[in-house]
């Protein structure tokens, strides 16, 4: 089984296009838009995935629920649980780390 870091390391060795592509690609059942915290300023800058790609840029700022564990990457990759709300708290990597 790959495991999340294994996943972050391979999306950090793409260039900027091809790793928004690949995060498309992983992410795309991220069900952030579905969750009471995300918002319409979110939904209009497009975040989503914020367990790859760390804190929302200014527009989530309140934790109303998590939907993360309910996730299919999540589950995939056994994340979601122990750190959520990547959001606000930033992504597994960092939250780990701190
Ligand atoms: S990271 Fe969690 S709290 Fe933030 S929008 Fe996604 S599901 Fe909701
Ligand atoms: S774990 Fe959370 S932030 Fe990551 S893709 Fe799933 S819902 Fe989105």
């Known amino acids: 089984m790959v495991e999340f870091e294994d996943l ?10 091809e790793r928004s592509k690949e995060i498309e690609r992983v992410a795309k059942d991220c069900v952030c838009p579905h969750c009471p915290s995300y918002n319409e300023c979110a939904d209009k800058k497009l975040e989503y995935a914020f367990c790859i790609t ?20 999540a589950q995939e990759y056994q994340i979601g649980v122990m750190y959520n709300f990547y959001c606000i708290r930033g992504s597994e990597k960092e939250q780990k780390v701190n």
């Not at 972050?8 to 296009?17: N, P, T, V």
């Not at 700022?61 to 990457?73: A, K, N, R």
């Open 8 to 17: 972050i390391e391979e999306l950090d060795k793409l260039g900027e296009k």
């Open 54 to 73: 760390g804190k929302s840029d200014g527009c989530i700022d309140t934790e109303l629920g998590c939907l993360c564990p309910t996730c299919p990457l």
